[in-house]
């Protein structure tokens, strides 16, 4: 199974930005359907961004015009670039990936993310 491993992780104050990746250890169709969710103490997960099988990107109103995700061109990292970021961002990052169905040539992601990363935190202090 392709690994993933999160880095970039770490203390920011309100108001700053900061750049998370997602290394995978090799390319599959699973590249395709790739997301970020978080977690805080004490709370359930939640998404944050998520591509779809034709790199459509979406975001959670919570992060939409602050965070961008991103793929560099061999779809073998994925990158969170999080601006103006706020305490309540203040979670552990996990990457996530699927594979997805095959529809004839084309392929759909379903948000049924079952490879995942180890997390990097990110903190944010006011």
């Known amino acids: 199974q392709v690994q993933l491993s999160e880095s970039g992780g770490g203390a920011v104050q309100a108001g700053g930005s900061l750049r998370i990746s997602c290394k995978a250890s090799?390319?599959?169709?699973?590249?395709?359907?790739m997301a970020w969710f978080r977690q805080a103490p004490g709370k359930e997960r939640e998404e944050v961004a998520h591509?779809?099988?034709?790199?459509?990107?979406i975001y959670s109103d919570s992060v939409k015009g602050r965070f961008t995700i991103s793929q560099d061109n061999d779809k073998t990292t994925l990158y969170l670039q999080m601006n103006d970021l706020k305490p309540e961002d203040t979670a552990m990052y996990y990457c996530?990936?699927?594979?997805?169905?095959?529809?004839?040539?084309?392929?759909?992601?379903?948000?049924?993310?079952?490879?995942w990363g180890q997390g990097t935190q990110v903190t944010v202090s006011s």
């Open positions: 090799a390319y599959s169709y699973s590249s395709y359907c």
């Open positions: 996530a990936q699927e594979n997805p169905q095959v529809l004839g040539t084309a392929l759909m992601c379903r948000g049924r993310y079952d490879n």
């Open positions: 591509f779809e099988a034709n790199g459509k990107t």
